[in-house]
T-cell receptor
């Protein structure tokens, strides 16, 4: 069985602050992929990043960065200099070779960026 | 290039009725997955279709069934609706490899009264 935990239900920050969203995962498989998705009020889930279990290199994309640590089974997401448009629900998700086609999502973190 | 499209956007049904939701995948994608997202929760996997066959199923009862057509579009059917079936139903498409990022539609908001 696999599991994704996002302990932060809601986070509120003021614009330009940095914010980190936590994600902890569980899987027995050695080959797996981790994802982050953003869900704005419109409902559509927007893909942000995919990381495989063999690549622990951190990644930066503009104001977004991701820290993958296998030792702690964490895949955290940081937004630097947050903006109001970043307000959304963010989901961390996991798929493994053993789970075949089933992408398992965390419960999400509601991020509100105040002007 | 159109993304994943779902219809209808919203739907209100009465307990015990049946409902059909529709999805057209992103161009070039041959695999369609359906997810149920209850309010305040993450999406839960219902099933996945590939080559017109159900390839994998999540922990949902047989009241939930689906179909995929030769043009890769898909339908989700739910029979004998329960109040607990009220949720956002999301369709996602992908090019087939299990680790490919899923592309989601805007969803169908189903309310069962």
């Amino acid at each position: 069985a696999q599991k994704v935990t996002q302990a932060q239900t809601e986070i509120s920050v003021v614009e330009k602050e940095d914010v980190t969203l936590d994600c902890v995962y569980e899987t027995r498989d050695t080959t797996y992929y981790l994802f982050w998705y953003k869900q704005p009020p419109s409902g559509e889930l927007v893909f942000l990043i995919r990381r495989n279990s063999f690549d622990e290199q951190n990644e930066i994309s503009g104001r977004y960065s991701w820290n993958f640590q296998k030792s702690t089974s964490s895949f955290n997401f940081t937004i630097t200099a947050s903006q109001v448009v970043d307000s959304a629900v963010y989901f961390c998700a996991l798929i493994s070779s053993g789970s075949a086609r089933q992408l398992t999502f965390g419960s999400g973190t509601q991020l509100t960026v105040l002007p | 290039d159109a993304g994943v499209t779902q219809s209808p956007t919203h739907l209100i049904k009465t307990r015990g009725q049946q409902v059909t939701l529709r999805c057209s995948p992103k161009s070039g994608h041959d695999t369609v997955s359906w997810y149920q997202q209850a309010l305040g929760q993450g999406p839960q996997f219902i099933f996945q279709y590939y080559e017109e066959e159900e390839r994998q199923r999540g922990n949902f009862p047989d009241r939930f069934s689906g179909h995929q057509f030769p043009n890769y579009s898909s339908e989700l059917n739910v029979n004998a609706l329960l109040l607990g079936d009220s949720a956002l139903y999301l369709c996602a498409s992908s090019p087939g490899s299990y680790n490919s990022p899923l592309h989601f539609g805007n969803g169908t908001r189903l309310t069962v009264t």
